[in-house]
């Protein structure tokens, strides 16, 4: 435990940001689901839309340094890759 207040507070800092990135990395562990979903079940329109949300949720948890920017980059590039492989198999 920590006795100075300064490392009291500290202390305070980090639970309140640990709880805020868990929060951030379970809403893009969530939404990254929900496009390996609907890339077996929905539309190609449909996989678009939901890879421009985890993006640019990923893209923000990058920025903020939540996740590290090669993971985030790794991320994006998966998903690209995925939605390419839908679109390009299933007929204009």
Not at 37 to 59: I, N, S
Request: hydrophobic letters at 35%.
């Amino acid at each position: 435990m920590p006795h100075t207040r300064g490392a009291k507070k500290r202390l305070r800092q980090n639970q309140k940001r640990r709880l805020h990135n868990r929060a951030i990395k379970g809403a893009i562990k969530t939404q990254i689901k929900k496009v390996l979903a609907t890339a077996k079940t929905g539309t190609a329109e449909q996989l678009q839309t939901e890879v421009r949300v985890v993006v640019k949720k990923l893209d923000k948890a990058a920025a903020k340094r939540v996740i590290h920017p090669n993971l985030a980059a790794r991320k994006k590039s998966q998903l690209a890759r995925l939605m390419h492989q839908k679109t390009a198999a299933t007929p204009p």
